[in-house]
């Protein structure tokens, strides 16, 4: 069973961090990108990092570029979402997501997490 699953999410303040997880599962863990995605009421879903399991080549978001950073931890199935510097408008539902594209766009990726809300107030 192909299985994703978000953590971390929470409340803070403009300026502050957190830490996402996307623990995933039932599938071969090197053959797929992970992304993390956002989605904010009334706007469309956007590709907020992606990084791939196999070469660890990865992309981010021109919004996030120098706050956030991904990374993975193949032995525990793991990929992360340091986010610092945290603003207002990042606030959204955050979803990891695997697919077996080279982008990150929404439409590439097959299995989505639940997600995991992060609010940042200012």
């Known amino acids: 069973e192909v299985q994703l699953v978000e953590s971390g999410g929470g409340l803070v303040q403009a300026g502050g961090s957190l830490r996402l997880s996307c623990a995933a599962s039932g599938f071969t863990f090197d053959d797929y990108a992970i992304g993390w995605f956002r989605q904010a009421p009334g706007k469309e879903r956007e590709g907020v990092s992606c990084i791939s399991s196999s070469d660890g080549s990865t992309y981010y978001a021109d919004s996030v570029k120098g706050r956030f950073t991904i990374s993975s931890d193949n032995a525990k199935n793991t990929v992360y979402l340091q986010m610092n510097s945290l603003k207002p408008e990042d606030t959204a539902v955050y979803y990891c997501?695997?697919?077996?594209?080279?982008?990150?766009?929404?439409?590439?990726?097959?299995?989505w997490g639940q997600g995991t809300q992060v609010t940042v107030s200012s």
């Open positions: 997501a695997a697919g077996n594209g080279l982008g990150c766009y929404y439409y590439e990726y097959d299995y």
